[in-house]
């Protein structure tokens, strides 16, 4: 199993981020898949969740309402559409998967930073 994010960086206030999960060494659509974050000094946090065929989703409190996450399974990847990014966002985000023996796999993680 290979995660690999992409599409971190700086962004202002305010300001839209889009990350990408790629995925590779199990039957992608099978899997429902989750995007975690953490900031220093944080433990990490569970944002949002995506089904296997994608159609049912879960977001933390915090970013509800302003993140989505999106899925295709043609391209055996999951996204993390960020808008009205806080200063608050700021972290490492990581993509996930469990699969079914019961083993957590984690990407190398990308980092955003919210700031002006």
């Known amino acids: 199993v290979h995660l690999v994010e992409s599409g971190g960086g700086l962004v202002q206030p305010g300001g839209s981020l889009r990350l990408s999960c790629a995925g590779s060494g199990f039957t992608f659509s099978s899997l429902a898949m989750s995007w975690y974050r953490q900031s220093p000094g944080n433990e990490r946090e569970l944002i949002a969740t995506?089904?296997?065929?994608?159609?049912?989703?879960n977001y933390a409190d915090s970013v509800k309402g302003r993140f989505t996450v999106p899925r295709d399974n043609v391209k055996s990847a999951i996204y993390l559409q960020m808008d009205r990014l806080q200063s608050e966002d700021t972290a490492v985000y990581f993509c996930?998967?469990?699969?079914?023996?019961?083993?957590?796999?984690w990407g190398q993680g990308t980092q955003v930073t919210v700031s002006s």
């Open positions: 995506v089904s296997g065929g994608g159609s049912m989703t």
């Open positions: 996930s998967v469990v699969t079914l023996s019961g083993t957590r796999y």
